[in-house]
């Protein structure tokens, strides 16, 4: 007899498998979907290894096959086992992001009555016992949910219990209706022959000849609905014609697909330029030594500022993967999986590409899901969760803007990172990773420098005109501004270059970083910020207490009134809002047509689109926004860009707060210029000498590297290290913070005796969002060489989450 080693779906299988036998005549394969009994319930399970010998002694049998055919394959399996070993998470969650659409379905209870009982041998009942067996008798077979709420009592469960004892009732398990189906269409047609049809019509009534007349002709099938309208006539008379056994409903299985192609063009292969070409290059022999298993795998960092054709190398090295007999994945952030996007990459693979993102509808996922599966597509393009499409012979993953840190799963377990999981699949499969961007991660940049990645540069932009420069940036001093009596948002430079961009009929980009904002204190007299002595991170303003809280080490103060530095009263200086922004722009500008950009107002599905082309349309003269805009966006009418405050990221209580300023002003940068008519950005800051700003006006990433990477080995931060963050959430704030504490004492006790000397910890403090749904949050972070080995030898209490190598604020 041989078993099978099962993730099951089910919360309190945590990070194993489970032992079940095989029963004799069902035939098991790595990967299948299964029933397994599990306590007392039926539950979703995947076969992850067949073994001679199962892990416990006492086993039970497999209940049944749910799919035929394996729904994993063996790579995805050690996938789904590397995933929940390195991020910590249950297996199943792991097994889950890689299989069909709409897969987990849940068991539902019923009740029913035993075919052997009666009225007779009914012992005396309580009140509650014979109402719940009338219930149950008079319908049959009642779902346990049903009962619960008919009766509205919590000890229905208990009565049951009881009659269940008395073997009144009994209970059955079924599954939940499957989500998705394949999509099926009605489609009208004749039930006899078209000569036989001829004939027939001349004896009917003329609504009804005329239809089947028309089925007569028809060379492509239609619908009812079609049909009654190109003959005009009543449902009716459609029922009327199938009655008489002339015509006949045919059900028809159609694909929903997301990409409408009527509107795309194919397009070609540019001539590369030389830089393009010599990144293709590497690139193509890369892919061809992978694929003769001269190397296992390779991983590439395509390092190309905004607008040098990063694209076309991934589109050139696509169709060689595509030679060679591979299929490929590539990923973009959510935000910039937009339909031109899409286009560029169909019109050069037309009816090859697929799309996965989490908008599409449940139905189109599992559509694209299967045919990708079947090896109908060379390359699946989606967001973050694209990485686990089943496409078979995978050979080339792309990764663009891969610093961007939507690639990171935050919210909710296996917490993820794209990279980290492509890399990992490609080892596995034996692919080549291109990670693009003009800003990279700084992690993945110190791994092109030693030598782990490929570097490919792309220094200049390929652009409308021969050798047109990146735009011209301007750091405006804010203090100077203030010192000279503008109090205005708008330094004297930025309104006077609004001013003339306006009416010369240009248009302008007002950016504002809103992430974490009016959230710390500055002194608008000098710039000076309150940090944390300990930890170097800017203290956050908490407003309700009137304090500042260091969000690492918990360090707390009162707001002073005046400034430590200049002893100036003007201390308390928020930062501002888009709609602020608005309203003062209007003031100042009040011939400009505005449009206001952020996440209030996109909301909806389709307003993003609607917004851009609005302003693409010239429908507007300045669009104010925040982080959206600065994402990929091609305005050639935009000539200037105004950054109103560079602070607001910078001062963020987050060790990448220098990092991810200097991609976003560089990434906002990058939209200005894209034309003909050239093009200016102004960063407006209390804070110009900090080195983000210098690299990002300088358009400088070396330089912005090497001093980052400088601070990063200093504060022994990562790449030197990797973090660890765990989350405590709880209703009662005090408890919250007192069970952080036990943590931290329990930690240090198992760092201690392990004789760990590498791992160090820092808070309890309350998370950056402290308050999340109601419930507050406080965390710890562990920081040193391996944290997560010592955390997966600690049974993690209820309530804590723990998050692997963390990219942002929590
Ligand atoms: P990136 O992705 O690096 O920001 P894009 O791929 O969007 O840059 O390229 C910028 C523009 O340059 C696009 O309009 C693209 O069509 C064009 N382009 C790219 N490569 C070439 C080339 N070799 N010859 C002509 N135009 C090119
Ligand atoms: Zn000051
Ligand atoms: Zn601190």
Redesign the pocket.
């Known amino acids: 007899m041989g078993y099978a080693e099962v993730s099951v779906y089910s919360p309190v299988a945590q990070r194993r498998t489970f032992s079940y036998a095989i029963p004799p005549g069902l035939s098991i394969d790595v990967g299948q979907a299964v029933w397994v009994p599990f306590g007392d319930k039926l539950l979703q399970g995947i076969v992850l290894e067949l073994t001679h010998f199962p892990s416990v002694e006492e086993t039970r049998e497999i209940a049944g096959i749910i799919e035929p055919y394996p729904v994993l394959s063996p790579a995805h399996i050690a996938l789904a086992r590397w995933l929940s070993q390195h991020y910590l998470s249950p297996l199943f969650d792991a097994v889950a992001l890689m299989l069909p659409p709409g897969f987990e379905r849940k068991v539902i209870t019923f009740i029913t009555t035993p075919p052997t009982s009666s009225e007779q041998d009914m012992p005396s009942l309580t009140q509650r016992q014979r109402k719940v067996l009338d219930l149950v008798r008079r319908q049959g077979k009642v779902n346990l949910r049903q009962l619960d709420k008919a009766l509205g009592t919590r000890q229905v469960r208990l009565v049951i219990s009881q009659l269940i004892g008395h073997g009144l009732l009994t209970k059955s398990y079924e599954l939940e209706k499957v989500k998705v189906k394949p999509k099926k269409v009605s489609y009208l047609c004749l039930a006899i022959t078209a000569s036989e049809a001829q004939q027939e019509a001349a004896k009917l009534p003329s609504k009804q000849a005329s239809l089947v007349n028309f089925l007569s002709h028809l060379t492509q099938p239609v619908s009812p609905s079609e049909a009654r309208k190109r003959v005009n006539c009543s449902a009716s008379v459609v029922k009327a014609v199938i009655s008489k056994g002339l015509a006949e409903l045919q059900q028809v299985e159609v694909k929903r697909e997301p990409i409408s192609y009527q509107s795309i063009t194919p397009s070609y292969p ?4 030389s830089a ?1 070409k010599k990144a293709c290059e590497s690139i193509k022999s890369g892919l061809l030594q992978v694929a003769k298993s001269y190397a296992p795998s390779a991983v590439f960092l395509l390092h ?11 589109l050139q090295t696509l169709a060689e993967a595509v030679k060679l007999g591979k299929r490929s994945i590539v990923l973009v952030p959510e935000i910039a999986l937009t339909p031109q996007t899409i286009e ?1 990459f169909a019109s050069r693979f037309p009816h090859k590409v697929a799309v996965l993102h989490s908008k599409l509808s449940l139905g189109e996922q599992f559509d694209e899901w299967q045919r990708i599966r079947n090896g109908e597509f060379d390359v699946v393009i989606g967001s973050r969760s694209a990485i686990f499409a089943p496409q078979p012979d995978l050979g080339l993953i792309i990764i ?1 803007e891969e610093h961007e840190w939507t690639y990171k799963q935050h919210d909710k377990s296996p917490r993820y990172h794209t990279r980290d999981v492509a890399i990992k699949l490609a080892e596995l499969t034996g692919a080549v990773v291109i990670l ?1 961007s ?1 800003t990279p991660d700084v992690e993945t940049f110190y791994h092109a420098q030693r030598g782990g990645y490929h570097l490919l540069q ?1 220094p200049e ?3 409308p005109r021969e050798g047109s420069p990146l735009p011209q940036v301007e750091v405006v001093d804010l203090r100077d501004e203030l010192k000279a009596g503008n109090r205005s948002l708008f330094s004297r430079s930025l309104s006077q270059s609004i001013t003339k961009a306006v009416a010369n009929r240009e248009q302008v980009i007002l950016f504002l970083n809103r992430r974490g904002g009016a959230s710390f204190i500055q002194c608008r007299n000098c710039g000076f910020i309150l940090r944390c002595k300990r930890c170097d991170v800017t203290l956050t303003y908490h407003i309700a207490e009137g304090v500042l809280v260091c969000h690492q080490c918990n360090y707390r103060m009162p707001v002073p009134n005046t400034c430590p530095r200049c002893l100036s009263r003007r201390i308390k200086f928020l930062g501002i809002g888009t709609q602020k922004l608005e309203q003062e722009t209007s003031y100042a500008f009040s011939s400009a047509r505005l449009l206001r950009w952020d996440s209030d107002i996109t909301r909806q599905k389709h307003s993003h689109q609607e917004i851009l082309n609005k302003f693409r349309a010239h429908n507007a003269d300045i669009l104010i926004g925040t982080q959206m805009i600065a994402k ?1 966006l ?1 305005l050639p009418l935009v000539t200037l860009v105004g950054i109103v405050s560079a602070d607001t990221g910078l001062n963020l209580p987050d060790f990448r707060a220098g990092e991810r300023t200097f991609q976003l002003l560089s990434q906002v940068a ?1 939209r200005a210029g894209r034309g003909t008519l050239g093009g200016k950005v102004i960063i407006q800051t209390y804070s110009p000498k900090h080195y983000a700003i210098q690299a990002a006006a300088r358009n400088d990433y070396n330089s912005f590297y090497n001093q980052e990477i400088a601070f990063r080995r200093q504060l022994h931060n990562p790449p030197f290290t990797r973090l660890a963050c765990l989350v405590y959430s709880h209703t009662n704030d005090v408890l919250c913070q007192k069970e952080a504490e036990r943590m931290k004492r329990l930690l240090i006790e198992e760092i201690n005796s392990r004789g760990i000397d590498d791992l160090s910890l820092i808070g309890p403090a309350p998370a950056f969002i402290h308050k999340l749904r109601g419930r507050f949050r406080w965390q710890l972070i562990l920081r040193g060489s391996e944290p997560s080995a010592l955390l997966s030898q600690i049974p993690i209490p209820h309530g804590w989450t723990v998050d692997i190598d963390p990219v942002g604020l929590t």
């Open positions: 540019l001539t590369l330029t393009q190309g500022v905004t607008g040098s054709g990063k694209t076309e190398v991934y560029r663009d693009g003009a792309l932009r390929v652009t990929g091609d990058g």
